[in-house]
């Protein structure tokens, strides 16, 4: 369980969260939805301690996470991955350098990363690109590296800020269907930003609406599309 409380972050005098209390339960699709500007990507870069916030403290179960430093913070990122909008993998390496990256940076050994590497691209329906170059990569095909990358330490959440928001509307199901088999057969929390309401309905079980670095409405995903309370969940659900 992922849990918040009181969070609150600026940026000199901007104040991108104000105050964010949150629960995500283990094993949920957690949906975050908000305008541009909102606090969403803050909110993000907090939960997977990017970010420290200025006040208020993170908990990952019992044990307080947002002040941990050094080895401990290190451990606690290695169970996460994360995935984003424009992929950031790395233009320099194929395919397969791209997965083995975080397993060369946690130090296993060359035939484990190639073990591990060859599994990697099978979950993600891959198989027969492993030493294809990025360039020659459609954008679902590369969003499927950046979640096998993500995944390759075998992490207990996984953040997409954005993650299908550039790939046209046949894609986003495909990588929508990706995330929702990996959470069903891994078992991992998802916690999921997105601008495109279909996402949520399509995979979140629950859904957070921020406004100005507020919640200001949060339940299941059925009770708040069904009926959004608050003019802020209005204006993204009716959109
Ligand atoms: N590193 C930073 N330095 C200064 N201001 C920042 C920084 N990061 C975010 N902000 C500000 O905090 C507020 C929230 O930004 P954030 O990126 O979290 O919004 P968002 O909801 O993700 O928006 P979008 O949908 O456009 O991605 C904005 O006013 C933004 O300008
Ligand atoms: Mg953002």
Do not use: W
């Amino acid at each position: 369980m992922i849990f918040l409380r009181e969070v609150t972050k600026e940026y000199a005098a901007v104040k991108a969260l104000r105050g964010i209390d949150l629960t995500v339960p283990d094993g949920c699709i957690y949906g975050i939805i908000g305008k541009s500007g909102a606090g969403k990507s803050t909110l993000l870069r907090i939960m997977s301690l990017l970010e420290r916030p200025n006040r208020g403290e993170v908990f990952y179960g019992a044990e307080r996470v947002d002040t941990l430093g050094g080895r401990e913070l290190l451990g606690r990122r290695r169970k996460m991955g994360m995935i984003f909008q424009n992929f950031n993998l790395l233009a320099s390496r194929n395919v397969a350098g791209n997965i083995a990256y975080p397993l060369e940076i946690a130090g296993f050994h060359k035939k484990r990363i190639s073990e591990r590497v060859d599994e990697l691209l099978e979950l993600v329906g891959i198989q027969d690109k492993r030493r294809v170059r990025l360039r020659e990569l459609s954008g679902g095909q590369k969003q499927r590296v950046a979640i096998a990358r993500a995944l390759a330490a075998d992490p207990e959440v996984l953040f997409c800020d954005e993650a299908t928001s550039s790939l046209d509307p046949q894609t986003t199901r495909a990588i929508l269907a990706l995330i929702r088999e990996l959470h069903d057969k891994l078992k991992i929390t998802v916690v999921l930003i997105t601008h495109q309401m279909g996402v949520i309905r399509e995979i979140c079980e629950e859904v957070a609406v921020l406004e100005e670095g507020s919640i200001v409405e949060r339940g299941t995903v059925r009770s708040v599309f069904d009926a959004p309370r608050t003019e802020a969940a209005r204006e993204l659900v009716y959109a």
